[in-house]
Every structure is written in C-alpha cells, then in structure tokens.
C-alpha cells in the first residue's frame, strides 16, 4: 500500500515528464529567489560598450598623464611631473577660477528664471499651450547656432542699437570687454538652458494636489506665502535635481564659450573644457590629460557630495 | 547535432545564439580590419597617396595627378585633402605618402621626431633656392643635416592697400617708419579709416600687428634660436627673454593699432574683408590669402602690397613669409621610389612656378621668374633679396595661446604684463617638454 501509493505520487515525474519538470521546478526556484537572465542580457552589451568606448580611452588617458606623450612619436614616463607643473600654472588656475564662477552663477540664474517661466506657465492663463511652445524653442535649437547667432548680435545689432539710443557702455561689443563678456556666455547659456530646467519644474507643479492651496487659502495664506510654505518644500526634490543636472553641465561649458568669445577676449574665458581640448592639437597631450584627471577628481567629489544631500532629502535621480 | 542543439532545451539554445552572434560579430570586424591596410603595389601599378591642405586647390592638383599619371602609367595618385587624417595616420603607422603642409613649428615638431624622409640627395633638392630651403632647416634639421621637406610655395604678407585711395589722397607707397605714420594721419584728416581692425578674430592681430612690428624690428630666427638653446632655464630678466628684447617693438604696435577704424574690437576677418572690399579704409594688415576674398566681394578694387615699415631705413624694411607649403615624403613609405618621382614632377617649373603664379605666392626654385601679379609685385623685391623673416607668432608652441596674449595687449595696453606672460609661458612649456 504503502509502496503503491508512493509509487503513485512519484511515478508521473519518473515516467514520461521527468526531463521536462525538473527544470521546470528549478525555473520557478529561480524566478523567485534570483533576477531574471535576461536583465544580464540587457545589461552585459551596454556594460561592454561602456567599458569599451568610455572607461578604458579614459583609463588609457590617466595612463598617459604620467608620460610627455605627444599624441604621437616617442614617448617616456615622467611620473607626476605633469601634475606638478599643472599646479604651477596660472593660465589653468584661472580656467577653473573661470569655470567655477561661471558655472555656480548660471546655475542659480537659471534655475530662478525657469521657476518663474514655470509658475507663469502653470498658472491658468491664455493661450497656455501656445505660450509653452514658445518657450520651449530654444532646448530645440543646437547650442552652437545659438551662440553664433547671439554673437552677430552682440557684435553689430547691439552696438549700433546702443549708439543710436545713446548708451555709451554697450555701444562695443560686451563680448570685446575682458570684465564683461562672461556675462554674455551666461545670458545666452541661461537662455538656452531655462527651458530643460522648466520643463521639470513644470512636472513637479503639476505633482503639487490643489486641495493644499485651497486649504492656505482658507487659512488666509497671500500667495507669496504660499509659495514659499507650500510650492517650494513640495518640490523642492525637483529644485535638488535642476541644481545638480544644471551645475554638472555647466562645468563641462564649451560650445557656447567657443560660439561666442572662443575663450577671448585675452584670456578671459577660458573655461577647463577648453584647455583639456587644446592638449590634443597644441602637442600637449599628457599635460592636459593630467588636468583632465585632476578636474575628474574634482568632479567626482562634488557629485558624491550632492548624491549625499540628495539622499538625505529622499529624492532619487 | 549543433541544429539538434539549438532546437533542443533552452540554456545550451540560449548559449549556441551567444556563439553565433559572437561569430556574426568577428565575420563584421573583418572587413574593417582589412581597411586600414595601405593601398600598395597592386599588378605592378604603384598607388601613392598625397595629402595637402588646401581646399581651394583641390582642382589645381587634380590636374597635376593626371597629367604626371599620363607620363607615369605605372603610378596611380591619390589625393587627400583632409590634413585631420595626418596625425591619426601617424599612430595607425598608415600616413601619406607624400605629404605638403604649411611649415612652422608643428610641423617641425614632426621633423624632430623623424616622420620624414631625407631628400638631401634628391637632385630637385639643388633647384631650390637656399635661402628659402633655409626658412625649413632653422627649425631643426633631423639627426643635424637632413632635409626633411623642401619649400613649394611662399607666402609673403605685408599691408594690403587700396590703390583707388592711395591715389586720390596722394599718397605714396611709405618706405620708411615716418612715412607711414604721416600716410596713416593723412587717411585720418580725411576721414578715412587708415587701417582696417579686425581684432575680434585674435589671430589677425598676431598675424598682422604683432609679427609685422616684431620681424620689422629685431631678428626673430636669432631670438628664438637663442631662447630655444636657453630652454627651460629663462626668466624674464635673462637676456634672451621676451622682456628683454621685444620692449622697444611694443609702442610701434599700439601707435598702428591706434590707426584702426573705430569699433575694431567687435568686427572679424569676414567683416573685414567686406569692409575693406568696399573701400571703407585704406590699409589693411593680411597677407595674400585675403586677396581672392577681396577680389570676391569687388571685382573692380585695385589692390597692391607693399612690406610694412618699422625703422626708417628702408634697408631695413622686410616682409613676412611663411613656407605655405612644403614637400615631404614619410620616412617608412613602401613606396620610396615612386613618391620621389611625384615630388621630383612637383617641383617641375611647368608645375610648382604655374601653382604659384596663380595662387598670388612665390616659387622656391631659384631661377622662377620675377612676379608681375599687381596685387603683390610689391613684396617682390623684398623675397628676391631675401629681406624677410617667419612671424613671430608662429614660433611658439600652439599650446601657448599667443593670439589671446596679443588681444589681451592691444585692449589693455599693459606691455610689461604681456611679456612676462609670454616668459612664462615658454619656460613652462619648455620645463614640461625637456623631460
């Protein structure tokens, strides 16, 4: 009995189905305990292609600021000497200085005038869609027509605007003065850059229930009020994520700067996208592939620095 | 089996499309591979590939690769005109050929690292005149005594103007210093622009103002000659630094950037050939290659040349060449003979004295006859006597931004900054490099 029911229980499995179930079994074991494969098979080509085209020219990069290779011909390791005289050299110190101040002031530029182009665009107001559009246009247009275009401006329409208005300090170019052209590359770039930033600003206002403003209302909040009690700690995550996408891409700054001013007037803006590129036409190969090591270095500590305030702030990229 | 193998259960299938795409993916790369492989000697026929730089003469060339490959069926040319391949070709080891290029410091940087061929014993090498053959080996002759290229065509540049003008105000062609300047104030009394500034693209700036008044006044190849032997041991009160030497040529520079029209600093080289073309100044400080841009925009300007003076010894007056090209064979050609054959019809009278007729430059060979295009004839006797010397600019390394240096100089005035920043520079440069 004992033996006929056993052999009742196991003899479908042992007779015909046995190599089809047992797999079977162990899929299901798998799908529950373990990731799918085919997540892996998603996973490994783009890995491979990353690895391929980015992490190994950029590890060949790091290999390279330790020699005086040339780009070509011969070629010796010279250790650190590079990164040394890097520090030595005021032209660099001041392609960073540059990028810096650049790069915080467009931020914040950026991110108050796409806040306000957002609450204009959220609020209920003719011809809304249309409106959007227009604004929208500049993320459409490649950045380097853009600046070429901003730079006949400011050259000859500016110029003779002025003079005949009469105000004498934009009467030259802005982009000929040494103390004021990097205000141009951040006008044009904060124009060009505004509507990304908005967009997202958009999404995050629309994410915003009504029923907290009918509430304040209630309460009698004015609407300054509530948009700093409500708006803006209910999307701040939005705000933390503009900052640091916007902050991120302006430190890499170069086709505006080439479009508008090419790193003139002097050397006035130069940002360190642009010297990193000069080593690969000007012989300088190793030495600018140091820089390009050492701004990695520094770009990688302010990203784990704002991945830290991200956590902290529960907001995830 | 294998098809029992893929129609079977699933992980063996899973890995035999694996193994299949791997195998499509290395049949794919084959191809690619068999690319970089150079063109060689196929059935008898020699293929030789020929770089040069110049869009605009793309034609001219043409015609000299059929008419040489009609006398020499055995040897098929093929031109490039992307000088963007040059130094890629070099790290592949799959350069050119026969290679022409503008001659200053990049490319005799290419020189000290032995990219070239020697051509000393090339018999075309004795047509050439040595004084411009000369313009090549002050920049360093590899292993001391090759001849890595050899000039085809000269570019000489001085000041550009408008003989319409020149002739309605009466002014004469300035041989001296004070002349010009007395040229410029009458330009100025009369309303019109004496110079045209283009000083919104830089490299005009240290094309013209710079180079000119530097070459005009002191001896550029010995200056570099002896800052390169300095190396990296320079300072700027050492007596070979810029400081030192280029002091007295600064206030020439700033006096003839004063004689541009107003709002200089917001026009560029296109503004300028415009304005010039239209006769809204009556000097302006390009070389040759500006010519065709001016005759474009006004078929009718009457244009001349004339070497810009900086003392006032006409003795003393002399023009700025640049080797605008020069013939060179790569050193690790596999077809030696062949490109030596090409570069030996290049230099051919019939060829290399018609390119430069027609391209407002002058020939290297030493009997070439004398140059009779208005436009330039003025500069002639200056390159005949050998009064001329390589701009200043093109000296330095291109990773110092000279141009920006210049800018900086003419809108801020501070000379004494300027120099030590070039000082810097070069001692920079040179530290990084001597190791």
């Known amino acids: 009995m004992t033996t006929t029911s056993r052999v009742a229980q196991t003899a479908p499995p042992a007779g015909r189905n046995t190599p089809t179930s047992a797999p079977a079994k162990t899929e299901t074991f798998r799908s529950k305990n373990r990731i799918d494969p085919a997540y892996y098979w998603m996973m490994v080509p783009v890995l491979a292609?990353?690895?391929?085209f980015i992490t190994l020219p950029a590890l060949v990069g790091v290999f390279f600021s330790l020699t005086n290779y040339a780009g070509y011909g011969d070629w010796k390791f010279i250790g650190l000497s590079n990164y040394v005289n890097i520090f030595k050299?005021?032209?660099v110190l001041q392609s960073y200085i540059f990028t810096f101040v650049f790069a915080l002031t467009t931020t914040v530029v950026v991110n108050i005038v796409a806040l306000a182009i957002a609450l204009g665009l959220n609020a209920k107001i003719k011809w809304r869609t249309g409106i959007r559009t227009v604004f929208f246009i500049p993320m459409?247009?490649?950045?380097l027509i853009v600046s070429f275009v901003f730079n006949y401006l400011f050259s000859n329409t500016l110029p003779v605007l002025a003079e005949r208005f009469g105000v004498t300090p934009l009467a030259t170019s802005i982009l000929a003065n040494e103390n004021l052209a990097w205000l141009a590359i951040v006008l044009v770039t904060v124009w060009q850059a505004a509507p990304g930033a908005t967009i997202i600003y958009l999404?995050?206002?629309q994410s915003v229930p009504s029923e907290v403003y009918e509430a304040a209302d209630l309460d009698g909040a004015g609407s300054f009020r509530q948009f700093l009690s409500l708006t803006l700690p209910l999307i701040l995550g939005y705000l933390v994520i503009n900052v640091i996408l916007g902050f991120k891409g302006f430190l890499g700054a170069y086709e505006i700067i080439v479009g508008l001013t090419g790193g003139g007037p002097g050397m006035a803006t130069q940002s360190v996208a642009m010297r990193i590129f000069s080593g690969f036409t000007g012989g300088?190969?190793?030495?600018?592939m140091a820089n390009a090591v050492i701004y990695f270095l520094i770009t990688l500590l302010i990203s784990v620095i704002q991945l830290r305030l991200i956590q902290r702030r529960g907001v995830s990229l | 089996?294998?098809?029992?193998?893929?129609?079977?259960?699933?992980?063996?299938?899973?890995?035999?499309?694996?193994?299949?795409a791997g195998l499509a993916g290395a049949a794919a790369m084959l191809p690619l591979s068999g690319c970089g492989a150079t063109p060689g000697t196929q059935n008898g026929l020699t293929t030789l590939r020929f770089m040069q730089n110049k869009p605009e003469v793309v034609a001219y060339f043409n015609q000299v690769i059929k008419d040489f490959e009609a006398l020499n069926p055995d040897i098929r040319v093929i031109q490039d005109f992307n000088e963007g391949n040059f130094v890629p070709g070099l790290v592949r080891n799959d350069p050119p050929d026969v290679v022409t290029r503008g001659f200053a410091q990049a490319t005799a940087d290419f020189v000290k690292k032995g990219i070239f061929a020697d051509l000393s014993d090339m018999q075309v090498a004795a047509t050439i005149d040595p004084k411009m053959q000369e313009l090549i080996s002050s920049w360093g002759q590899y292993n001391g005594n090759e001849v890595s290229a050899l000039p085809f065509s000269l570019a000489a540049a001085g000041v550009i103007y408008n003989r319409d003008i020149f002739e309605a105000k009466g002014v004469a062609v300035p041989t001296t210093w004070d002349e010009f300047v007395a040229a410029c104030e009458t330009f100025k009394a009369a309303g019109i622009a004496p110079i045209y500034g283009t000083y919104k693209d830089p490299w005009t700036l240290s094309q013209g103002m710079f180079d000119y008044v530097a070459g005009g006044s002191l001896d550029v190849a010995e200056f570099f000659s002896r800052l390169t032997a300095r190396g990296a041991d320079i300072s700027a009160d050492a007596p070979e630094s810029f400081a030192n030497n280029f002091g007295p040529a600064l206030p020439k520079m700033l006096q003839l950037a004063s004689f541009a029209q107003n709002g200089a600093a917001s026009k560029n080289y296109a503004d300028g050939n415009a304005a010039f073309a239209k006769g809204q100044a009556a000097m302006y400080l390009q070389g040759p290659w500006a010519l065709s841009q001016l005759v474009a925009a006004n078929k009718g300007i009457r244009l001349g040349s004339f070497p810009l003076p900086v003392t006032n010894n006409p003795e003393d007056t002399k023009a700025r060449v640049n080797v605008d090209m020069a013939l060179a064979i790569t050193r690790n050609t596999p077809n030696m003979a062949a490109a030596q054959r090409f570069v030996n019809y290049l230099l051919e009278p019939s060829v290399v004295n018609t390119y430069n007729e027609k391209n407002a430059a002058f020939s290297p060979l030493k009997d070439a006859p004398a140059v009779d295009n208005p436009q330039i004839s003025g500069l002639g006797a200056s390159v005949k006597e050998a009064r001329y010397y390589q701009g200043a600019g093109t000296y330095l390394p291109p990773s110092v931004p000279l141009n920006n240096y210049v800018q900086s100089f003419v809108y801020g005035k501070n000379g004494e900054q300027f120099l030590a920043a070039l000082d810097d520079e070069w001692r920079r440069v040179a530290e990084r490099t001597a190791v």
């Open chain 1, 203 to 205: 999404a995050g206002l």
């Open chain 2, 1 to 20: 089996m294998s098809a029992a193998a893929l129609s079977g259960n699933a992980p063996i299938g899973r890995r035999a499309l694996l193994k299949f």
């Open chain 1, 140 to 143: 459409v247009l490649s950045a």
């Open chain 1, 49 to 52: 292609l990353f690895a391929f």
């Open chain 1, 89 to 91: 050299d005021p032209a």
């Open chain 1, 284 to 288: 300088d190969y190793s030495y600018q």
